[in-house]
């Protein structure tokens, strides 16, 4: 038992090392030995009434704004939902 959640626990502490993702940001480390650097991505996909945007990947949070804002990126699906999305994450910011 107590080698099962050894296991479980050092899996766990590896894979939440190389990446967290919350709400749709995600930082990851990347490189070798003491040369890591952090990068950023934010992704996002929205499904509505079966027409689907696909998984939308973004550098920053302004490529994301403007990739949320852009209907040919979104496939023209689910513009309510992506719409709703611009309005809470990206303040100050025209549609």
């Not at 945007?53 to 704004?65: F, L, M, V, Y």
Request: charged letters at 25%.
């Amino acid at each position: 038992m107590k080698l099962i959640k050894l296991i479980f626990v050092t899996s766990f502490l590896a894979l939440s090392a190389c990446s967290i993702e919350a709400g749709g940001k995600k930082i990851a480390e990347v490189g070798g030995g003491g040369d890591n650097k952090k990068t950023e991505s934010y992704s996002y996909q929205y499904v509505e009434n079966g027409c689907d945007t696909g998984k939308i990947t973004a550098g920053s949070q302004q490529e994301r704004c403007d990739k949320l804002r852009d209907d040919a990126s979104n496939q023209y699906c689910a513009r309510s939902m992506h719409f709703e999305a611009f309005k809470a994450e990206c303040p100050g910011q025209k549609w």
